[in-house]
T-cell receptor, first 115, second 116 residues
Framework: DTAVSQTPKYLVTQMGNDKSIKCEQNLGHDTMYWYKQDSKKFLKIMFS???????INETVPNRFSPKSPDKAHLNLHINSLELGDSAVYFC??????????????FGPGTRLLVL | AQSVTQLGSHVSVSEGALVLLRCNYSSSVPPYLFWYVQYPNQGLQLLLKYTSAATLVKGINGFEAEFKKSETSFHLTKPSAHMSDAAEYFC??????????????FGKGTLLTVNP
């Protein structure tokens, strides 16, 4: 019954590796998001997709590449991982087109540690 | 640019005491404001949101917030704290990111601890 799910929950890897995080929502929402939460709990949006189309692309290194195979899934692939990529990554979704008043529903997070 | 500032990175209250978490916004247009809560090792959950329908907004778990334009504030309150309220609280504002797209900009968060 999980609304927004992410896998894996924890990810420990070496610098330079490539890794992916998967996100799925079963709420029937049209818009999905990726956020990064740093060690000081600061939360910042990275990307947003509406019906598989990229609508928000913040200043994120090219090593980060989101992919949305359908509107229920939004995956995040990270190439050449760096120490600074260590963070908690949250997926979220909202019902409509990402309008200003929409509630976002968050997944449980993926804790990435780069060694 | 629209942003929010949360005053106090850490607030500590006794169980049963009033909870007051402060959030001020800067916006040149009527803002859409949100309070989210993050329990330990979990994702964020919406507590309440202001969308200009009413200045006093009631949310889940007994929380409410009042939008005060004159003070550019949207402080979160709860009359009586429970131990289960211990969490990180985030104020956020919805900002236009181009065209009809909007994004949430979060404050730095306030950690609420509740003492028995």
């Amino acid at each position: 019954d999980t609304a927004v799910s992410q896998t894996p929950k924890y990810l420990v890897t070496q610098m330079g590796n490539d890794k992916s995080i998967k996100c799925e929502q079963n709420l029937g929402h049209d818009t999905m998001y990726w956020y990064k939460q740093d060690s000081k709990k600061f939360l910042k949006i990275m990307f947003s997709y509406n019906n598989k189309e990229l609508i928000i692309n913040e200043t994120v290194p090219n090593r980060f590449s989101p992919k949305s195979p359908d509107k229920a899934h939004l995956n995040l692939h990270i190439n050449s991982l760096e120490l600074g990529d260590s963070a908690v990554y949250f997926c979220a979704s909202s019902q409509g087109s990402g309008a200003h008043q929409e509630t976002q529903y968050f997944g449980p997070g993926t804790r990435l540690l780069v060694l | 640019a629209q942003s929010v500032t949360q005053l106090g990175s850490h607030v500590s209250v006794s169980e049963g005491a009033l909870v007051l978490l402060r959030c001020n916004y800067s916006s040149s247009v009527p803002p859409y404001l949100f309070w989210y809560v993050q329990y330990p090792n979990q994702g964020l959950q919406l507590l309440l949101k202001y969308t200009s329908a009413a200045t006093l907004v009631k949310g889940i778990n007994g929380f409410e917030a009042e939008f005060k334009k004159s003070e550019t504030s949207f402080h979160l309150t709860k009359p009586s704290a429970h131990m289960s309220d211990a969490a990180e609280y985030f104020c956020a504002v919805s900002r236009n990111s181009g065209g009809s797209n909007y994004k949430l900009t979060f404050g730095k968060g306030t950690l609420l601890t509740v003492n028995p």
